[in-house]
């Protein structure tokens, strides 16, 4: 089993900054690739971004593509996510998940761990 606890949210005006962090627990945190995920009120989950076990390879949905920047530490067992220039629309709750090897990145339900999200609220 892992764990993942998320943690970094909170209230931010447009234009401003968050660093969310996910810490991991449990199992070997490098066997896994790594992916944030996030969800608004009455919506589905959507993809954020995703980086490989080693941390060279990084996925970005478009929306966010040259504003947010996903980053692990495999020696901290933590994997972030910088958030710059956020929007409105950026609220959600934003959740961390790992996925073993092969599988498609933006597909929530590749992911085999989850964490219990922490909450984003960009106000305009």
């Known amino acids: 089993q892992v764990q993942l606890v998320e943690s970094g949210g909170g209230l931010v005006q447009a234009g401003g900054s968050l660093r969310l962090s996910c810490a991991a627990s449990?199992?070997?945190?490098?066997?896994?690739?790594a992916g944030w995920f996030r969800q608004a009120l009455g919506k589905e989950r959507e993809f954020v971004a995703a980086i490989n076990w080693s941390g060279d390879s990084t996925y970005y949905a478009n929306s966010v593509k040259g504003r947010f920047t996903i980053s692990r530490d495999n020696a901290k067992n933590t994997v972030y996510l910088q958030m710059n220039s956020l929007k409105p629309e950026d609220t959600a709750a934003y959740y961390c998940?790992?996925?073993?090897?092969?599988?498609?990145?933006?597909?929530?339900?590749?992911?085999?761990?989850w964490g219990q999200g922490t909450q984003v609220t960009v106000s305009s």
């Open positions: 449990g199992r070997t945190f490098s066997n896994y690739g």
């Open positions: 998940a790992l996925k073993g090897f092969g599988g498609r990145w933006f597909v929530p339900e590749e992911y085999a761990y």
